[in-house]
């Protein structure tokens, strides 16, 4: 009966909010009629700075929009100004937040059960019983359902590239890497995953769930979840732009190819109607890794900022940049949203400011709400080494990007961490707090071993030393040595048998070759990563029979060093040589190896 009534309080929000005939800030918030000022100074110049054609904002109370404003160009070919009653933007990861409801919405109904394992609702395929505790719709709400990260492919060109739903979900499932509930690790493939269950169960597709159950009962009529935009709304679009280029350069449009986690375009002042529905009864929390930190509220990222509690959900994708950020102890939502890669840096420091001007610390801090849900890790003591996200790819290629995303973690002997250019001071109950008291991090171990650095936002998961760049890199270093020995023997002409010199040749070739592989995979991952967006580039493809073609050359001459070693003409030093040019399979191998680069091990 609990579950049944706190599911029917979590649906609430899709109802319209009816307005009141006079509001006022709460105790301890700023009347944010002072919205209008705040941006208008603080929003262009950043824009400006960091080559972002143009923003909209909406600020609204707990029964009406107080301001909304659009800020430079939303079409910059077409010099159309940014209109926060007409402009849509694509509002990317923030469309988690319908899906959730939706999801919340169907639990109310009594057709989904939030703790039931998800292959109750799936049809043609099933999530793997990869570790004991199956995958909950609570779990792919809270971004516990530990499932690895996937970011090829997950965008298209065309509507003809995007594959039903449930196809893409089958065949592109990512690898079950840890047990649900441990700690969060963000999940796109979760949140489709809940938006097929939702439209499994109601026999609607997603977005006609959402124009049906969401937008239409709130009069979000400027809002969509279709790709791609209807014709009625499809001239409002605003265009997304690489601030990098210069100018600013245009971004086509971009599908998801898993629209219920960010497909819909939306106007500012429509996301207004939304966040007064969901600050009529915001969800409650509903994990967190540990008592001190920020976790998740009914899919909402939950932080505390200023003594405030703080719901919010951010979106990235062709270009744009927004953010939906609720505090529902001043009745107080904003949206944002920038049509700029350089967006994220625009919003930094005046979302900081927002804050601080807007719901400063009051009399009574707001704290996290004591754990409803089984804690699954615990704390342990600092540790020093190399993190990478809890959010990253094991089984495919895309596990590559685990040398350059990982970061260094160093503790110093005042027992102070630093981690991400800041440092943490130890607090008297274990944890720690970043200096400027905004947020705080706790060291936990979890099943297997594992440890984590979790942070009010990111996890972060302890790396095997053979995992850390430094290591790879002095690997590839010695690798490259003798690749270029190998150069500085090509001309050399001896008097030795015919099977020697093939087999000097073929050990000289295979080392060249890997290091023309080696070049040309930083190329790819340095300076074309764009592409992986739409699927693995056919150059990247290609490259992979690189490291086939050097392999099977070591394994021949192998075989002809072996049978020519007592060859006439062949001299001790080439010897020495040839086993220095055969060596330097091993360190290949194992790069080749260690990160999915033998074969092509996509997802």
């Given at each position: ?117 998800v292959n109750t609702y799936l049809r043609g395929f099933a999530v793997p019983a990869t570790f004991p505790r199956p995958v909950t719709l609570r779990a792919l709400m809270d971004h516990t359902a530990g499932f690895e990260d996937r970011f090829v492919g997950v965008g298209a060109r065309t509507a003809a590239d995007v594959a039903p739903l449930e196809t893409y979900l089958a065949r592109h499932m990512p690898a079950r890497i840890r047990p649900p509930g ?422």
């Open positions: 009966m609990r579950r049944a009534l706190l599911a029917l309080c979590l649906a609430v929000p899709l109802l319209p909010v009816a307005p009141t005939a006079a509001w006022s800030a709460p105790p301890g918030c700023a009347d944010p009629a002072g919205a209008a000022a705040f941006f208008d100074g603080a929003l262009p110049p950043r824009l400006e700075r960091f080559r972002v054609p143009g923003a909209v904002v909406a600020v609204t109370g707990r029964a009406s929009t107080v301001f909304a404003k659009g800020y430079g160009l939303a079409d910059v070919a077409a010099g159309r100004p940014f209109d926060p009653e007409r402009s849509l933007v694509r509002i990317a990861s923030v469309t988690k937040t319908f899906t959730w409801a939706a999801v919340r919405r169907e639990a109310a109904a009594g057709r989904v059960d939030l703790d039931a394992d441990e700690v969060s690790a963000y999940s796109n493939y979760g949140a489709a995953l809940a938006g097929y269950v939702v439209a499994q169960v109601s026999g609607e597709p997603f977005d006609r769930y959402v124009q049906a159950h969401i937008l239409d009962p709130l009069g979000m009529a400027h809002t969509t979840a279709a790709e791609p935009v209807p014709a009625a709304l499809a001239g409002d679009l605003a265009r997304g732009y690489d601030s990098d280029a210069a100018p600013p350069a245009a971004i086509p449009f971009t599908f998801d190819r898993m629209p219920p986690d960010g497909s819909i375009s939306a106007t500012a002042a429509d996301m207004a109607v939304y966040a007064r529905a969901q600050l009529a009864e915001p969800p409650a929390r509903s994990f967190a890794a540990d008592a001190v930190l920020g976790g998740y509220a009914g899919g909402w990222m939950e932080r505390f900022r200023n003594g405030h509690r703080v719901l919010m959900h951010d979106g990235s994708w062709e270009g744009f940049q927004s953010v939906l950020v609720l505090v529902p102890g001043c009745d107080l939502g904003l949206f944002v949203s920038a049509n700029g890669t350089g967006g994220i840096e625009a919003f930094g420091e005046v979302m900081d400011a927002f804050f601080d001007r807007f719901t400063p610390a009051g009399p009574v801090a707001q704290t996290p709400a004591a754990a409803t849900w089984p804690v699954r890790v615990t704390r342990s003591a600092p540790r020093a080494g190399f993190y990478q996200p809890a959010r990253h790819a094991e089984s495919t290629v895309e596990k590559l990007t685990t040398l350059l995303g990982s970061l260094r973690l160093s503790v110093d002997a005042a027992g102070a961490v630093h981690l991400k250019g800041r440092t943490w001071l130890p607090q008297p109950d274990g944890t720690f707090t970043a200096e400027d008291g905004r947020d705080h991090l706790v060291f936990l171990t979890g099943s297997g071993g594992r440890r984590y650095a979790a942070t009010d936002g990111p996890t972060y998961e302890l790396l095997d030393r053979t995992e850390t760049l430094p290591f790879n890199l002095l690997v590839l270093l010695g690798f490259a040595l003798v690749a270029l020995s190998a150069v500085a023997n090509l001309r050399r002409r001896t008097g030795a048998s015919r099977r020697w010199r093939v087999s000097r040749a073929l050990a000289a070739g295979a080392c060249l070759t890997g290091l023309v592989f080696l070049a040309g995979l930083a190329v790819e991952v340095l300076y074309n990563p764009g592409a992986f967006l739409y699927g693995v580039p056919a150059t990247f493809t290609l490259l992979l029979v690189l490291p086939l073609l050097a392999l099977a050359g070591w394994a021949a001459a192998v075989a002809g060093t072996v049978t020519g070693w007592r060859a006439r003409g062949a001299r001790t030093a080439a010897r020495v040589h040839q086993v220095v040019l055969l060596a330097g399979a091993l360190p290949f191998a194992w790069f080749t190896w260690q990160w999915h680069l033998i074969g092509w091990w996509y997802p």
